[in-house]
């Protein structure tokens, strides 16, 4: 079935570095895409999302890439904090049909930000 | 933003009771509600679609009879696991679609643990 998936599953980084989080998407359909954050027990937290007319977005210290030609999502993570140290998945949805809301979430990269 | 509240945040319970999470949205209306399950260490699954005044559709495996949904207000749903069992134990999660604003991101409960004993 259709799936997303990410590349890296742990990455570390030292405070104040940027991060680069990955994902690969397999639903050529898919045209809406969100990354989350999620802390130990805890819902996930929306970061950013981006629409499959856009290749980029920025917000507050972070940057969503998406390149459709090869299915490809990025997180990128400007200035990383301790804080930001957490799990991150990358989801997808078809927002124009009737299963918007309904996503399908990638694996998960555990980000470990060292002071 | 918006808020979804979800309760309790974690349960334990012995093995064949029944347990009830609530999920509410409590700034907006939602006609839509998802439910996913989460074991350690793995990714969000979808378990069903949770619709206000209409059965829940749920995802190719999921039990219907063991997952019950009611969405019985546009504020609302709640999943009940009955005749829980070890294997149940995991992490519960739902979240909410605005009602009418297909733009509007989605926003995710806290998440339930459950611990079936």
């Known amino acids: 079935g259709e799936s997303v998936g990410l590349h890296l599953p742990t990455l570390s980084v030292q405070e104040g570095d940027n991060s680069i989080i990955n994902c690969a998407y397999s639903?050529?359909?898919?045209?809406?895409f969100i990354w989350y954050k999620q802390e130990s027990g805890k819902g996930p937290q929306f970061i950013i999302d981006?629409?499959?007319?856009?290749d980029k977005r920025q917000g507050q210290r972070v940057t969503v890439l998406l390149n459709k030609t090869v299915k490809h999502l990025s997180l990128q993570i400007a200035a990383t904090q301790p804080g930001d140290s957490a799990v991150y998945f990358c989801a997808e949805n078809n927002a124009g049909g009737t299963s918007y809301g309904k996503l399908t979430f990638g694996q998960g990269t555990i980000l470990t930000v060292h002071p | 933003g918006a808020v979804v509240s979800q309760h309790p945040s974690r349960v334990i319970c012995k093995s064949g009771t029944s347990v009830k999470i609530e999920c509410r949205s409590l700034d907006f209306q939602a006609t839509t509600m998802f439910w996913y399950r989460q074991f350690p260490k793995q990714s969000l699954m979808l378990m069903a679609t949770s619709n206000e005044g209409s059965k829940a559709t749920y995802e190719q495996g999921v039990e219907k009879d063991k997952f019950l949904i009611n969405h019985a207000s546009l504020t609302l749903s709640t999943l009940t696991v009955t005749s829980a069992h070890p294997e149940d134990s995991s992490f519960y999660i739902c979240?909410?679609?605005?009602?009418?604003?297909?733009?509007?991101?989605?926003?995710f409960g806290s998440g339930t643990q459950l611990s079936v004993l």
């Open positions: 981006i629409r499959s007319n856009m």
């Open positions: 979240s909410a679609r605005p009602a009418g604003r297909v733009s509007e991101k989605l926003f």
């Open positions: 639903n050529s359909a898919s045209d809406y």
